[in-house]
Nanobody, 112 residues
Framework: QAQLVESGGGSVQAGGSLTLSCKAS?????TFWGAKKGWYRQAPGKQ???????????IYADSVKGRFTISRDNNRKTIYLQMNSLKSEDTAVYYC?????WGQGIQVTVSS
């Protein structure tokens, strides 16, 4: 069964940057290539929400447009989320999603 492992979270001051990575293991390369890929987040007391998805089109939540960039490295079976100009409201647990698989979640904390 495929697994997704996230890394790159942590604490940063408002205005700073972080890059999240999500590496797929035990996933056939062709599956990774064709899969819908995305990042979601869940803040305390709130529902999980879409941050960005990457398939045929790239879609961003309005709240992160112009600040976040989703990308992929097919050879490494890894997706990334570059987060710039971070705000306190970006504080959440971030989850990567590739097809039916989810990462374990990684904390991002932005202090103002």
């Amino acid at each position: 069964q495929a697994q997704l492992v996230e890394s790159g979270g942590g604490s940063v001051q408002a205005g700073g940057s972080l890059t999240l990575s999500c590496k797929a293991s035990r996933m056939i390369l062709s599956t990774f290539w064709g899969a819908k890929k995305g990042w979601y987040r869940q803040a305390p007391g709130k529902q999980r929400e879409l941050v960005a998805t990457l398939s045929r089109d790239t879609i961003y939540a309005d709240s992160v447009k112009g600040r976040f960039t989703i990308s992929r490295d097919n050879n490494r079976k890894t997706i990334y989320l570059q987060m710039n100009s971070l705000k306190s409201e970006d504080t959440a647990v971030y989850y990567c999603n590739i097809e039916d698989y989810w990462g374990q979640g990684i904390q991002v904390t932005v202090s103002s």
